[in-house]
Each structure stands twice: as structure tokens, then as C-alpha cells.
T-cell receptor, first 117, second 112 residues
């Protein structure tokens, strides 16, 4: 398998502040990482695809100026929630693709619980 | 991306075998089938992946019929700790960057 970490695991912030979440691939290099959001009792929703050295690709309905993504190296992608509001409270999960043989499999981080007061 | 359909929930008892069937009628030739397990407040964990026939690893088996329009995840002798949501995903995975679309998943409850 492959290990993906996220930091922090949980964060509480005040409305209007910005929060940065880090996603790291620990034992492999990932040219592509993905960011998901999951609300309680719901499935994961893809927010954006993070590409190393280039701009992220956002899914329809996701504000790129609110959710800033930076993929500065092959092992690190960051998601910054700018001017957070209570409706941004959610579980944010990243994933990274690792090639095993002739297939690519996505491995997920443990998630970050964001609570905006 | 091929759409998948799974049962919303399933109940089982410790020691039993659990089989979860996923329908993916419009699966494409280059699509693979991947199953993930998710516990509350954790990221999904990769379980198994396959293209056709049968794949087995230390935790599960995946059965895929010849037409590949469905697949069945088999969990042998489940325990309480197997209570989780199980997601079936279908998509091409021969190149980095292939997006995954999660469906609703199957909520499995293992009872003592």
C-alpha cells in the first residue's frame, strides 16, 4: 500500500479566518492529488484535482478563490479555506495516486475535521 | 465515469460471510473496479481492486462475472470491527489523475 497523511486532524476556527490543510504522500511521489469534502452521513464529494507544478482543476460549483490549492512538490498538496464560514464546516479528505504495476490506485489520508464557529 | 448502484445497508452477524453486490451496467473496456472501506471520521481505506474474474487478498475477495456489469465484494467471517461503509467505484486507473466518483456506498452493520 501507500501512506497518505493529513495535518491537522481537526481544527476549530472563527468565522472569517483562513485555514490551511496539508496532505502528504509519505512513501511515494504523487504528481496528482485530490481533495474531497464529506458532510455527515453523506458520501465523499470531489472538490478539485491538484496537479504538481500547475493549477488545480476544480469541480463544478467549487469556488477556486475560496478553496486555494497548492501542489508545490511531489509529496505535498495544501488546501486553504479562505474566509471560512460555518457552512464550510465539514470533513476534508485528500488522496494521492500511487502506481502499483500497471495500475494507479488512489490512497486516502485520514481526513481533517474543520469546524467554523 | 460508470455509475454504480449498491444496496444502502446490510446487517450481518459476527462470523458470517458478507457479500455486497455492485451494479455498473455501463462499465467501459478500460475501467477497473475498486472497493474502499470507510469508518466514521476516517478516510476511505483501499480494500481490493480487479478487472475480471476473481481477485483475492488477505481481507476480501472480489468476484466479477464475464460481462463485468456487476461485481461482488465478499468479506469472510466478519467481526464487529468490519462495521463500516463500503464503496464500489469504477473507472480507468492506468494513468495518474483519474478521478473517482463516489456513490452512496453500503452501510454494513455487524452484530454480535
Amino acid at each position: 500500500g501507500a501512506v497518505v497523511s493529513q495535518h491537522p486532524s481537526r481544527v476549530i476556527c472563527k468565522s472569517g479566518t483562513s485555514v490551511k490543510i496539508e496532505c502528504r504522500s509519505l512513501d511515494f511521489q504523487a504528481t496528482t492529488m485530490f481533495w474531497y469534502r464529506q458532510f455527515p452521513k453523506q458520501s465523499l464529494m470531489l472538490m478539485a484535482t491538484s496537479n504538481e507544478g500547475s493549477k488545480a482543476t476544480y469541480e463544478q460549483g467549487v469556488e477556486k478563490d475560496k478553496f486555494l490549492i497548492n501542489h508545490a512538490s511531489l509529496t505535498l498538496s495544501t488546501l486553504t479555506v479562505t474566509s471560512a464560514h460555518p457552512e464550510d464546516s465539514s470533513f476534508y479528505i485528500c488522496s494521492a495516486s500511487n502506481r502499483l504495476g500497471h495500475t494507479d490506485t488512489q490512497y486516502f489520508g485520514p481526513g481533517t475535521r474543520l469546524t467554523v464557529l | 465515469l460508470a455509475k454504480t448502484t449498491q444496496p444502502i445497508s446490510m446487517d450481518s452477524y459476527e462470523g458470517q460471510e458478507v457479500n455486497i453486490t455492485c451494479s455498473h451496467n455501463n462499465i467501459a473496456t478500460n475501467d477497473y473496479i475498486t472497493w474502499y472501506q470507510q469508518f466514521p471520521s476516517q478516510g476511505p481505506r483501499f480494500i481490493i481492486q480487479g478487472y475480471k474474474t476473481k481477485v483475492t487478498n488477505e481481507v476480501a475477495s472480489l468476484f466479477i462475472p464475464a460481462d463485468r456489469k456487476s461485481s461482488t465484494l465478499s468479506l469472510p467471517r466478519v467481526s464487529l470491527s468490519d462495521t463500516a461503509v463500503y464503496y464500489c467505484l469504477v473507472g480507468p486507473i492506468k494513468a495518474a489523475g483519474n478521478k473517482l466518483t463516489f456513490g452512496g456506498g453500503t452501510r454494513v452493520l455487524v452484530k454480535p
